[in-house]
Structure formats: C-alpha cells, structure tokens
C-alpha cells in the first residue's frame, strides 16, 4: 500500500522509517501523527511496480543513437546490450539485429 501524509505538528513527528523501526503498521502511524482526530481510512489500494520498458522501446533507443553511432556499435562490437535502469532487464542485441536497426534509420 502506498500512503502519502506529512505531519501537521511543524515536524515534530518521527520519520516514517522510525515508525517502520518500532514495528508500526501504516494504520498505527497514522493514528500516532494524527492523534486526537478521528482517522476513517475509506480505501486501500495495493501498490505494485510495474516496468514499461519492451523491445520495441529497446529498438527505440538504439535508433535514437543515431545512424553514425549505431554503425560504430556494429563494426566495433558487433553486439550490443543494453540494461533496463528501472527494472533492470537486460536487452541483447546481435549483429543482424542491429544492422536490421540501421535499416530502420536508412529508411527514415
């Protein structure tokens, strides 16, 4: 679950890893900073992390790189690999792959 909440008491309040640290669940902290309110918690939705990246996003970069870049890529390496930051996927390209890429420049 993700909840978004900032203590109203100028700061007083302990971080939330300090909570985490007594072994307070999310319910419990927000009862502790907002002491004295009547607290209704109306919805809970589960946070999950999902990553976009694909190959054709993959491609994407690669063309991006550019005409020059890519044909460097090619006669130097003959492969490529690249690593998804986000999820870190990893993306391997060969040299017909990428020379297939560069026809997708050639033809823009």
């Given at each position: 679950m993700f909840y978004f909440f900032e203590p109203s008491n100028g700061g007083k309040a302990?971080?939330?890893?300090?909570?985490?640290?007594?072994?307070?669940?999310?319910?419990?902290?927000?009862?502790?900073?907002?002491e004295g309110f009547e607290i209704k918690i109306t919805e809970k939705i589960p946070v999950q992390f999902k990553c976009d990246c694909?190959?054709?996003?993959?491609?994407?970069?690669l063309v991006s790189l550019g005409e020059e870049e890519l044909k460097k890529i090619i006669e130097e390496d003959k492969k490529a690999e690249?690593?998804?930051?986000?999820?870190?996927?990893?993306?391997?390209?060969?040299?017909?792959?990428?020379?297939?890429?560069?026809?997708?420049?050639?033809?823009?």
């Open positions: 302990p971080g939330y890893n300090t909570f985490v640290a007594w072994g307070k669940n999310i319910e419990e902290i927000v009862d502790d900073i907002f694909s190959n054709e996003r993959i491609d994407g970069v690249i690593t998804c930051t986000f999820c870190n996927k990893k993306y391997k390209y060969n040299k017909e792959q990428l020379e297939n890429l560069m026809e997708t420049i050639k033809k823009n």
